[in-house]
């Protein structure tokens, strides 16, 4: 006997599940989840990210046992793993989900393409929402992602049960993870994932525009959504299907512009994605290579660690930091302000801060993660710096200092421990500003930056800011968010 493999992997679900589904009607499937050790030691990866895979996988299991065969999982490399499957149940064709994933995830995929190929194997990778592989240009991109989100979803087949082992479920601990602190963190699982879409939808959402930027409002205004979209606990055509069922029954202007909103940042979630995947070096490199230097020799580790652990002296971004490390997940305003700190007032170079933060974000999303990392660091070139005022957004956003006080009661108790602003702002920003213009200036680096903006840069054209219009010879502001100023 001969089986379908259908190898989950950030695709912890069993709706609009292509692979599973077609799988099905080929043959007997063996659903088959691997705990790869390369990815749980990767500098990337956090026990935070397992304690909600663990639950996605849970919730999977039991679904895919109600399909008639439960998920069986293996620890171990893929190779191996699929290796030893051939050898006890031959394999016909391997299913999965493309992956945008981080450099081992790339390797590892690679590695498994040419045993596969070696075995005779077919590899039948389905599309993941919106990204396209092999993209040759991003002209007519937008409408590739349109058609994708108006696909017909697959629904759950039966599944025949096979005599497989499945295999233990391990908790962290068990796979040597220390144990996972962010007590506040969202639980995972396809069921867990459509109660948010749902509440986001009936009420949550209706003042998503306006609740979206403050850390007061945003933990309950926005969808919450996104470690689900990256475990792939719900698809993005799910979300954009339900979405648009729902703005076409609204008939409140408000809410339809709330929800428009959303639409919107669905599709930036693709658009930066596909990033990484035309270019998996952005992980590691800078986006234009001609600022390769600009801060690599400026590493200064008491600065990064006062940065990390929440005590820069700046309140704003403390209690940011302190959120996240409780609950592994900050709004995109937040986040910007946090990266923008690092990059601009302490100068530290992306990787080392973008790594801390994917560590820190139960949503860890390579695509998004990189990508955003550098266009906040002021590292792709294709946008004008956007560096943000800790104090100006502390003013827009917790005026009340509801926000502050919840995650620094040193102020909030006045006890004098809090620390001293560790650099000046306006200083800081000064020299940072200085220091890039000088980069940009070079010919070499403006030729580079068209060259990147024509590859990667959205096709839309930028909105117009508050602080004046484009100049002509300024480089079209791509993926701006509407309503930022340039300093903000
Ligand atoms: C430095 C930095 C790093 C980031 N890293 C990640 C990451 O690792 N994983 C991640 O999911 N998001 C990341 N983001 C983007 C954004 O902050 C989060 O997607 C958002 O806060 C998630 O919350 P939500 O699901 O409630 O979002 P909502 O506002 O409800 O939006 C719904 C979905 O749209 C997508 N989306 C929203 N905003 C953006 C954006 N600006 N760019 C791309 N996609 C977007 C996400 O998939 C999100 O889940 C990062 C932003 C910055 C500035």
Redesign the pocket.
Do not use: K
């Given at each position: 006997m001969s089986f379908e493999v259908v190898w989950f992997k950030r695709d912890l679900r069993v709706h609009d599940h292509a692979p599973l589904a077609k799988a099905a009607a080929f043959g007997p499937v063996i659903p088959l989840y691997i705990i790869e050790p390369s990815l749980l030691s990767g500098a990337d990866y956090d026990p935070c990210h397992w304690t909600f895979a663990h639950r996605s996988l849970l919730a999977l299991r039991e679904s895919l046992a109600h399909l008639g065969q439960p998920l069986v999982v293996r620890q171990g490399e893929c190779v191996d793993v699929l290796k030893s499957l051939h050898r006890t149940h031959p394999i016909v064709r391997l299913w999965s989900h493309e992956e945008t994933g981080n450099g081992l995830t790339y390797a590892r995929d690679r590695a498994v393409a040419k045993w596969a190929r070696a075995e005779n194997i077919e590899w039948r990778e389905a599309p993941n929402g919106g990204v396209v592989r092999r993209l040759k240009s991003r002209d007519g991109w937008s409408r590739i992602w349109e058609s994708r989100m108006t696909e017909a979803q697959s629904t759950p087949p039966a599944l025949p049960k096979t005599e497989i082992e499945i295999g233990h479920l391990p908790a962290g601990p068990e796979l040597g993870l220390v144990s996972d602190h962010r007590a506040m963190a969202q639980p995972g699982g396809e069921t867990a994932a459509q109660d948010l879409l749902d509440s986001?939808l009936s009420g949550r959402?209706h003042g998503?525009h306006r609740a979206?930027s403050s850390p007061v409002t945003?933990f309950d205004g926005?969808?919450?959504?996104?470690?689900h979209?990256?475990y792939g606990t719900i698809s993005?055509r799910q979300?954009v299907s339900r979405l648009r069922e729902t703005i076409s029954q609204t008939e409140a202007p408000g809410i339809r512009r709330a929800l428009r909103a959303?639409d919107a940042?669905?599709h930036?979630?693709d658009?930066?994605m596909q990033k990484l995947e035309d270019e998996p070096a952005i992980e590691f490199h800078n986006f234009v290579r001609g600022f390769d230097g600009l801060r690599e020799s400026d590493h200064s580790e008491e600065r990064f660690a006062a940065w990390a652990e929440g005590r820069t002296g700046y309140p704003m971004v403390d209690a940011c930091m302190r959120c996240l490390h409780q609950t592994g997940?900050?709004?995109?305003r937040m986040?910007?302000m946090?990266?923008s700190f690092a990059a601009y007032d302490l100068w530290l170079h992306w990787r080392p801060a973008?790594l801390h933060?994917?560590r820190l974000?139960v949503?860890?999303?390579?695509g998004?993660?990189w990508s955003?990392?550098q266009?906040?660091s002021g590292t792709t070139g294709m946008n004008t710096l956007r560096i943000y005022s800790p104090a100006k957004q502390q003013q827009d956003h917790d005026p009340e200092f509801a926000f502050i006080h919840r995650w620094i009661p040193e102020l909030r108790e006045n006890s004098g421990k809090y620390p001293p602003p560790i650099v000046d702002h306006a200083e800081a920003v000064k020299e940072a500003r200085g220091r890039i213009a000088e980069f940009r200036r070079r010919r070499a680096v403006r030729e580079e930056v068209q060259a990147v903006t024509e590859k990667h840069g959205s096709r839309k054209r930028a909105p117009r800011y508050r602080t004046g219009r484009r100049k002509p010879d300024q480089p079209i502001l791509f993926?701006a968010?509407p309503g930022f100023s340039d300093a903000s």
């Open positions: 986001f959402g998503y979206m945003a926005c969808s919450r959504l996104s470690p979209l990256a993005t979300v959303f940042r669905l930036w979630r658009h930066f997940w900050l709004n995109f986040r910007a946090l990266m973008g933060l994917a974000f949503d860890y999303e390579p998004i993660h955003q990392s266009m906040q993926e968010e």
